[in-house]
Nanobody, 124 residues
Framework: VQLQASGGGLVQVGGSLRLSCAAS????????MGWYRQAPGKERELVAS????????????FYGDSLKGRLTISRDNAKNTVYLQMNTLRPEDTAVYYC??????????????WGQGTLVTVSS
């Protein structure tokens, strides 16, 4: 299983980006998918995750942002793809964003899959 993330880049303060992460390869099923980020000098942290059924979970630092519409996670099960819509970006959003998926390669198995990371840089 491979996760291919895309959509990062350089954006000005107040701008928007939509990150995408598509799973490919051979697998039985994909469960929860999510996004983590790692800012310079900081630990990797959960931004948001979404179950196969669409239940969302935002990291403690990001729940308020989700309520304000600044962050929205979604997925397309038919495309095995998870998205992260980020609006009103701030310099502190600068980080490498990693996608994650709980993948069942066969029935009864479960493993963690990670994407390669996509860099988001917010300039002022």
């Amino acid at each position: 299983v491979q996760l291919q993330a895309s959509g990062g880049g350089l954006v000005q303060v107040g701008g928007s980006l939509r990150l995408s992460c598509a799973a490919s390869g051979s697998f039985f099923n994909i469960g929860t998918m999510g996004w983590y980020r790692q800012a310079p000098g900081k630990e990797r942290e959960l931004v948001a995750s979404i179950s196969r059924g669409g239940r969302t979970n935002y990291g403690d630092s990001f729940y308020g942002d989700s309520l304000k519409g600044r962050l929205t996670i979604s997925r397309d099960n038919a495309k095995n793809t998870v998205y992260l819509q980020m609006n009103t970006l701030r310099p502190e959003d600068t980080a490498v964003y990693y996608c994650h998926a709980a993948v069942a390669p066969t029935w009864g198995e479960l493993l963690d899959a990670w994407g390669q990371g996509t860099l988001v840089t917010v300039s002022s």
